[in-house]
Structure formats: structure tokens, C-alpha cells
């Protein structure tokens, strides 16, 4: 999956400053981080609401949409899937709760 994930955040990062017209990334981009995070929350939303009522398949094709979004926003704040990948293996092993407990 990171293979796939890395490809789509290539793509994403080279429509930066592209053509608005052309290219929805680069509109997303265009319209600032405020935007992009609105277009998160949406997707996020929209996957819970397909998981309490709609299903497995409609599960699958919203985390695409919210995986999609969420890669535009790293892009604009300049962090590499590798980066969220090394936070996710430096709490490998550590208790959710212990983790959680441990932010404040």
C-alpha cells in the first residue's frame, strides 16, 4: 500500500501550481489549507456515515476519497507519507492508551 500511496503523492505534488482548469489537485492546492482540510473533514465524515449504513463496498470507495484528500493536505504542509509511516512505527508496540496518555 505505501508503494501506492507514494506514487499518488507524486502525482499530487507535481500538479502543483499546474493549471486549475486542468487538474483538481492543483485547484485544491490553489484555494490554501483551509480548503483542503474542509475537503478532509467531508471525506472522513462521509466514510463514517458509509460504515454505520452503507457497507463494505461504500467503505472502501470513500477511504480512497479520505485517503486521496488526506494526501493533498500532506502535500501542502509538506510531509511525506515516509513521515507519517516513521510516527507510525516509532508507536509500534506502545499501548493506545499509554500513547494517548502520553500527549499530555
Known sequence: ?????????????????????ASY???LLSRGTTHIAQKVGEEALET?????S???EKVVYESADLLFHL???????GIRPADVAAELARREGTSG???KNARK
Open 97 to 99: 492508551i499509554a500513547e
Open 71 to 77: 494526501l493533498v493536505l500532506w502535500a501542502d504542509q
Open 1 to 21: 500500500m505505501m508503494d501506492t500511496l507514494e506514487t499518488l503523492y507524486a502525482v499530487i505534488e507535481s500538479r502543483k501550481g499546474g493549471d486549475v482548469e
Open 25 to 27: 489537485v492543483a485547484k
Open 48 to 52: 463514517a456515515l458509509a460504515a454505520s
Open 54 to 56: 452503507e457497507g463494505r
